[in-house]
């Protein structure tokens, strides 16, 4: 496979963030921040898009990195509306929209990385052009797409129930 070691720690650490906001969606519906498993999926999700930035395949700044860069500012302002904007339900709206958009990013370099690379000798696809690549994120897309309109109802109803 190649890794480093930066590398090998970034595929830890990114695989029990990813592990974390799905027991986080199981649990609680949304990446809850105020939850054990939230709070994980956020340190780890800043911890992975940072390596991240010093890690480059091809060499140079890449498309990776812009995603890392924009990871990092979906989680951080997810985290201060979560931490600076408790009294405010609306806010919610938007901390699980930008929690859950970073975690569809995550998937997008995590599949195409995984599907190049494993198994190892015979990866399931030849580069990022595959066409397996292309249909796991279109279902990827559709997940969050479905995800995001039960989380916005959820919310809805959340506000309503609370009279806002």
Do not use: C
Request: aromatic residues 16%.
């Amino acid at each position: 496979m190649g890794l480093s070691n930066l590398g090998i720690f970034h595929t830890i650490v990114g695989i029990l963030a990813i592990a974390t906001a799905v027991i986080s969606y199981v649990k609680y519906g949304k990446i809850n921040l105020a939850e054990l498993y939230g709070k994980i999926y956020f340190y780890g999700t800043v911890i992975t898009s940072l390596t991240a930035l010093g890690i480059s395949k091809h060499g140079g700044f890449n498309p990776g990195h812009v995603f890392s860069i924009l990871i990092l500012i979906l989680v951080f302002v997810a985290y201060f509306l979560y931490s600076k904007k408790k009294g405010s339900n609306r806010s919610r709206y938007f901390e699980n929209f930008f929690l859950s958009f970073s975690f569809f990013l995550s998937w997008l370099p995590t599949i195409n990385e995984t599907f190049t690379r494993i198994p190892t000798g015979h990866p399931l696809a030849s580069d990022s052009t595959d066409p397996i690549i292309g249909k796991t994120l279109i279902i990827i897309l559709v997940l969050f797409i479905v995800g995001s309109v039960y989380q916005f109802r959820k919310q809805k109803k959340i506000n309503t129930d609370a009279g806002l």
